[in-house]
């Protein structure tokens, strides 16, 4: 049809119409292109009453079309049991879980075309009975160090919620995945080292913390390590000060060596050397002081302090400043 014969069939509104009509089918075709959005990444999971606290970061892809919600769901390990929320913002909090079992959650944005992909499932979460009944959350990054025939673990973690029991205690396990002895330990603070592993074998360890409400869960497991079959040697204690007192004394303040690298600690052994024709004198103890006695009267001495480990020694502290012991 000429565009005569189109102009005398309809009116002259009708030719623009068609024209919007052409726009509005490429905008169809344009919106036909954009899909789900991509996946979430999940920052933390805090537990809390009978419920959990999911904070994520958006997904770097939104499919082509500006995510409005997210879906939250989190599942019972090992039951049937599932809690699921939406909203709009980072975190949201999930409710009507069930207190003392391990959950984890995953998350999905949402945008105009559907729900996306979830999240990989976060770590394991204890919903709370109550703040002062909970137990505490698993210790968070968990570093392994091979040691003789063990490993000394590195560990930390979130603080515990208001109101709730301070973490008293900390258990470490370590378990090879080649068939290495197993080994546990219990500590008192955020380093602890897990000995009778088998030299050579790998290993990979997990902590746990308790309070007055009993332990939680494991946390993730560390890096591999390999226990060595020779202990390092213990550190050199540093000296604080050296002191004179009556009856040609010296006194001898260290700091004492870790006890964490894989042997025992004996004692500590206190060399005091005259630069001015003094008497050499040793003596040792199983803790600082040290106290030599039997110097000689009005003379000059500088001292050092060597660790005795189980198995070897460690090398002398640095010389302490000269001291200038009493006159009879």
């Given at each position: 049809m000429s565009r005569s014969g189109l102009r005398a069939r309809h009116p002259r509104w009708f030719v623009p119409l068609i024209a919007v009509a052409l726009v509005g089918i490429s905008g169809a075709a344009g919106?036909?292109?954009?899909?789900?959005?991509?996946?979430?990444?999940?920052?933390?999971?805090t537990a809390g009453v009978q419920s959990a606290s999911v904070a994520f970061s958006a997904p770097t892809d939104d499919g082509g079309s500006p995510v409005f919600a997210y879906t939250v769901t989190c599942?019972?390990?090992?039951r049937p049991l599932t809690a699921s929320r939406s909203g709009k913002v980072s975190p949201l909090r999930v409710g009507g879980m069930v207190f003392g079992i391990p959950y984890t959650c995953r998350v999905a944005a949402r945008n105009r075309v559907g729900l996306g992909t979830f999240s990989p499932p976060s770590a394991?979460?204890?919903?709370?009975?109550?703040?002062r009944r909970a137990r505490p959350a698993p210790p968070t990054v968990v570093h392994a160090i091979p040691v003789f025939k063990g490993a000394l673990i590195e560990f930390g973690g979130p603080p515990p919620p208001p109101r709730s029991r301070q973490q008293t205690e900390f258990r470490g396990k370590c378990t090879s995945t080649d068939g290495g002895i197993r080994g546990t330990r219990r500590v008192h603070h955020?380093?602890?080292?897990?000995?009778?592993?088998?030299?050579?074998?790998?290993?990979?360890?997990?902590?746990q913390a308790s309070n007055g409400n009993g332990f939680g869960l494991y946390s993730a497991a560390s890096?591999?390590?390999?226990p060595g079959a020779h202990p390092l040697p213990p550190p050199?204690?540093?000296?604080?000060?050296?002191?004179?007192?009556?009856?040609?004394?010296?006194?001898?303040?260290?700091?004492?060596a870790p006890a964490f690298l894989g042997q025992?600690?004996?004692?500590?052994?206190?060399t005091c050397r005259s630069?001015?024709?003094?008497?050499?004198?040793?003596?040792?103890?199983?803790?600082?002081?040290?106290?030599?006695?039997?110097?000689?009267?009005?003379?000059?001495?500088?001292?050092?302090?060597?660790?005795?480990?189980?198995?070897?020694?460690?090398?002398?502290?640095?010389?302490?400043?000269?001291v200038v012991t009493l006159a009879m």
């Open positions: 919106a036909a292109a954009a899909t789900v959005p991509g996946p979430v990444t999940i920052t933390s999971v599942m019972a390990t090992g394991s979460v204890v919903p709370l009975v109550s703040v955020r380093a602890l080292v897990v000995l009778g592993l088998t030299a050579g074998k790998t290993y990979t360890c997990r902590v890096n591999p390590v390999v050199a204690p540093a000296i604080r000060e050296v002191f004179a007192s009556l009856g040609q004394r010296l006194t001898v303040v260290f700091t004492r025992e600690i004996r004692d500590y052994r206190a630069s001015d024709g003094g008497t050499e004198r040793s003596a040792s103890a199983e803790s600082p002081p040290i106290v030599l006695r039997g110097l000689s009267p009005a003379k000059t001495y500088t001292c050092q302090v060597v660790t005795h480990g189980e198995v070897s020694d460690s090398p002398p502290s640095k010389p302490s400043a000269p």
